[in-house]
């Protein structure tokens, strides 16, 4: 069962590096017209997806910090 988690964990926290990355991607790409919508008040498509990648790392997080959890408290 540990063995399990820990794998898990290991597959949690490649996740998270993976939502952080292509969320520095999505903010990479933003353009100046991204930013003029931004400024207007309006939601911009590259906004709304920087929005996507982070909720995804933090679920992510969330998530491996559960299992890391879990783990100490079947070592005991």
């Given at each position: ?15 998270t590096v993976v939502m952080l990355i292509r969320g520095i ?6 353009t100046e017209d991204d930013l003029k919508a931004q400024a ?37």
């Amino acid at each position: 069962m540990t063995i399990f988690l820990w794998i898990l964990l290991i597959l949690a926290a490649i996740a998270t590096v993976v939502m952080l990355i292509r969320g520095i991607v999505t903010f990479l790409r933003t353009t100046e017209d991204d930013l003029k919508a931004q400024a207007n008040g309006g939601p911009s498509p590259s906004g709304l997806k920087q929005n996507k990648m982070m909720m995804g790392r933090i679920m992510f997080q969330a998530i491996a910090v559960l299992i890391a959890a879990l783990i100490l408290m079947l070592s005991r």
